[in-house]
T-cell receptor, first 115, second 114 residues
Framework: AQSVTQPDIHITVSEGASLELRCNYSYGATPYLFWYVQSPGQGLQLLLKYFSGDTLVQGIKGFEAEFKRSQSSFNLRKPSVHWSDAAEYFCAVGEGDTGRRALTFGSGTRLQVQP | NAGVTQTPKFQVLKTGQSMTLQCAQDMNHNSMYWYRQDPGMGLRLIYYSASEGTTDKGEVPNGYNVSRLNKREFSLRLESAAPSQTSVYFC?????????????FGSGTQLSVL
């Protein structure tokens, strides 16, 4: 069964600084990988996803993520953080097209942005 | 376009009471899901319905039942609520039950069991 680890529970960055949120996954085959963002009191919104091909994926709101098979990682990055980026971020992994289960989510990383 | 609608948004129950969380989607999606979100544990799958007429257990199904009423609606029932079921519940849907499909989420139901 697949699993996802987000080692950082809480991260604080200054507005304008760069950001990297870590995600490691465990899955036997090539996974489908996702990053979702949850603003306070809201449901989750998809930031980006990786299926195959180019290992650097661009998403909404200026976010990008890089798939590194050798490290089983899918880290999320943003060059310059805005105060509105403060939220909780979830990495998720999905099985291939033959999979019967829904996405498996990591435990989340809460991002705080300092002015 | 409403997307995924959950009701109620907040609920307080006493131990042993029952209730049903309602979820409806207007995107003609085939697959629907119920997750619970607890601090430090991310989202855990309770039940899912790959298509109308089918339901399957997820990671944490104990204490819950579901009904896929039709293609639009997927309800979650707590027959005898326990404090351990205090959580935020999210309904989600996708076009198909495939690992690469994007999930669309409702805004959640915050449930407290006293």
């Amino acid at each position: 069964a697949q699993s996802v680890t987000q080692p950082d529970i809480h991260i604080t960055v200054s507005e304008g600084a760069s950001l990297e949120l870590r995600c490691n996954y465990s899955y036997g085959a090539t996974p489908y990988l996702f990053w979702y963002v949850q603003s306070p009191g809201q449901g989750l919104q998809l930031l980006l996803k990786y299926f195959s091909g180019d290992t650097l994926v661009q998403g909404i709101k200026g976010f990008e993520a890089e798939f590194k098979r050798s490290q089983s990682s899918f880290n999320l990055r943003k060059p310059s953080v805005h105060w509105s980026d403060a939220a909780e971020y979830f990495c998720a992994v999905g099985e291939g097209d033959t999979g019967r289960r829904a996405l498996t989510f990591g435990s989340g990383t809460r991002l705080q942005v300092q002015p | 376009n409403a997307g995924v609608t959950q009701t109620p948004k907040f609920q307080v129950l006493k131990t042993g009471q029952s209730m049903t969380l309602q979820c409806a989607q207007d995107m003609n999606h085939n697959s629907m899901y119920w997750y619970r979100q607890d601090p430090g544990m991310g989202l855990r799958l309770i039940y899912y319905s790959a298509s109308e007429g089918t339901t399957d257990k997820g990671e944490v199904p104990n204490g819950y039942n579901v009904s896929r009423l039709n293609k639009r609606e997927f309800s979650l029932r707590l027959e005898s609520a326990a404090p351990s079921q205090t959580s935020v519940y999210f309904c989600a849907s996708t076009r198909h039950q495939k690992g690469g499909e994007k999930l669309f989420f409702g805004s959640g139901t915050q449930l407290s069991v006293l």
